[in-house]
C-alpha cells in the first residue's frame, strides 16, 4: 500500500508564497514522475508542475516563472514553492506519484493524494 501525504496549504493574500510538500510512504520500489494537480471549483484537474526521477521539470504555462517544483528522492518527497500567487491559483491542490511498487511490478502504478487547499484572497 502507498501513501502520498500532502501539507502546506491555506489561506494567502494576493501576492503572498505558499510551500506544499508531499511525502510518499509504503510499498515503494522506485518512483518515476511526481507532480501537483489542482482543480479548482467548477473546472477540471489539471497540471500544474511535474518532475521526473531525473530532476526534469515540466509547469502549465499559468504557474511558470512563480511555482518551482523539487524533489528529495532518497525522502521520496516533492516540494512546490508558490510566488507572487493569485486568485486564480485558488484551488485544491493534489499530489501524484507514478512509481513501481516492487521489483517484480511489470508495470508503473498512478497514486494519489488526498488533496489541500489553497486558497488566495484578500
Known amino acids: 500500500q502507498v501513501q502520498l501525504v500532502e501539507s502546506g496549504g491555506g489561506l494567502v493574500q494576493p501576492g503572498g508564497s505558499l510551500r506544499l510538500s508531499c511525502a510518499a510512504s509504503?510499498?515503494?520500489?522506485?518512483?518515476?514522475?511526481m507532480g501537483w494537480y489542482r482543480q479548482a471549483p467548477g473546472k477540471q484537474r489539471e497540471l500544474a508542475a511535474r518532475i521526473s526521477s531525473s530532476g526534469r521539470t515540466n509547469y502549465a504555462d499559468s504557474v511558470k516563472g512563480r511555482f518551482t517544483i523539487s524533489r528529495d528522492n532518497a525522502k521520496n518527497t516533492i516540494y512546490l514553492q508558490m510566488n507572487s500567487l493569485k486568485p486564480e491559483d485558488t484551488a485544491v491542490y493534489y499530489c501524484?506519484?507514478?512509481?513501481?511498487?516492487?521489483?517484480?511490478?511489470?508495470?508503473?502504478?498512478?497514486?494519489w493524494g488526498q488533496g489541500t487547499q489553497v486558497t488566495v484572497s484578500s
Open positions: 509504503g510499498s515503494i520500489f522506485s518512483i518515476n514522475t
Open positions: 501524484n506519484a507514478l512509481l513501481r511498487t516492487s521489483a517484480l511490478a511489470s508495470s508503473l502504478t498512478n497514486y
